[in-house]
């Protein structure tokens, strides 16, 4: 392998150009439409053609690219040298394949295919997935995680996109187990890169009857901003990857310019998939531009509900096509993009789990004061340590009614 460095076209997903297809789709959320689009079968025939490679046709896919992840089994054909990378950065290639076992799903990718734009195509019955038109390396790694986040809740499992970390008490010898849910360019990945903490995963976890595990083997971390005083643990992983010559550079000099490397190169992190426990603390992070919710809130009962259910955050620039400024935004499971099922479905199985073993939920403000200043990395990082070590008061009828009034423009 060596360093890459990649401009991508468009610079963002395109949520609005994918739609599934199968009979499969009728367990899917449909009031959540521009993220649960139901194709029409003769389109995606017609790109399947396109797709696949033929007697007629030059077979440009090499070798797939295997791996398995939260028990589905993954293979990837790509024309682009440059996403296998970031591929093999990502998860975890088996280097023999699944011997004897047939993959769980397919994802056919090409780079150079001629279409007027973006288009990813799911076909919930046969397990397909199909990406053409976009150079954007985050559509692998999310379509990925939205395959995850239809099948898990079909085996009682909650798919989460959420990083996740163990820290150790002051003055004790017990690790707690903390999850940290939030929206692309919130501060998941800078949150629970700190150096104090092990990281186990900076972007996409499960938890399933035994704890907590493992989605991804990398981490997809973004560049603005980063330095050696502030963020220790991703500048040094960084140039880890970059003596190793797998570090992955998207879009340098954009809003949205990322770091793709695998989690082998962060020192502070566990390194091969295992079983964690039960979370003991969960945090939604809210990167509020308002500045209505105070910087740490202890929450409980239905007010983890609504927050779950709604996701208020502000959307930042670069995640998706076309989005240039922050701006509020409500994004159902903090995530709704990679989970397909009704809501209520994911609610549910995180307000069981919570209530089955006991667990502390934060809601933590990434953004703005009530002057409109934005709260410091340093402080956000105590406010979390100290949720932690303490435990505080819960907070969860003011807190749900500034969420209520923000929902219905009061405030």
């Known amino acids: 392998m060596t360093n890459i460095n990649i401009t991508t076209n468009p610079t963002g997903r ?46 440009i896919y090499k070798k797939p690219l295997q791996f398995e992840s939260a028990n589905i089994r993954f293979q990837v054909y790509t024309n682009d040298e440059r996403h296998e990378q970031f591929v093999r950065n990502m998860f975890d290639i088996l280097p023999n394949g699944f011997g004897h076992h047939v993959p769980d799903w397919t994802i056919w990718h090409n780079t150079e295919l001629d279409v007027p734009h973006p288009k990813i195509y799911v076909n919930l019955d046969t397990k397909t997935m199909f990406i053409a038109g976009t150079t954007f390396l985050g559509e692998i790694k999310k379509g990925v995680f939205g395959i995850i986040g239809f099948e898990l809740p079909k085996r009682d499992y909650l798919p989460m996109h959420c990083s996740a970390f163990r820290f150790r008490k002051i003055g004790t010898y017990d690790a707690t187990t903390n999850l940290m849910f939030g929206l692309s ?10 150096p104090d903490y092990a990281l186990i995963s900076d972007d996409e976890v499960y938890w399933d009857n035994n704890g907590i595990k493992m989605i991804e083997t990398g981490c997809y971390a973004k560049s603005e901003g980063l330095s050696p005083e502030t963020h220790k643990t991703i500048f040094d992983a960084i140039e880890k990857a970059k003596a190793e010559d797998c570090l992955v550079v998207e879009n340098p000099g954009v809003p949205n310019a990322r770091l793709s490397y695998p989690i082998t190169c962060v020192e502070n992190a566990y390194h091969k998939p295992q079983k964690f426990n039960h979370p003991d603390n969960i945090f939604f992070l809210t990167m509020d531009a308002k500045g209505v919710f105070p910087p740490y809130s202890k929450i409980s009962g239905e007010t983890v509900r609504r927050f779950f259910e709604t996701g208020y955050t502000s959307q930042m620039p670069g995640t998706e096509k076309g989005a240039t400024e922050i701006k509020p935004l409500f994004s159902p499971c903090y995530g709704s993009p990679f989970m397909p099922r009704p809501v209520k479905e994911y609610s ?50 003011e807190v749900l009614k500034t969420l209520e009034d923000l929902i219905g423009n009061k405030i």
């Not at 395109?14 to 194709?39: D, H, M, Q, V, W």
């Not at 003769?42 to 077979?59: G, N, R």
């Not at 004061?369 to 969860?396: Q, W």
């Open 14 to 59: 395109s949520p609005e150009n994918k739609y599934f297809f199968g009979e499969a789709t009728s367990e899917l959320c449909t009031e959540r439409s521009k993220y649960c689009k139901i194709g029409n079968m003769d389109d995606y025939l017609s790109f399947a053609h396109q797709m696949l490679p033929s007697v007629i046709t030059e077979y």
């Open 185 to 194: 360019g919130t501060g998941k990945t800078t949150l629970s890169s700190d």
């Open 348 to 397: 549910d199985l995180l307000m069981r789990k919570i209530h089955e073993n006991n667990c502390n939920v934060y809601l933590i403000n990434t953004g703005m004061d009530k002057d409109g200043k934005r709260f410091s990395l340093d402080f956000t990082r105590k406010c979390v340590k100290m949720c932690i070590e303490n435990n505080m008061e819960d907070k969860s009828k």
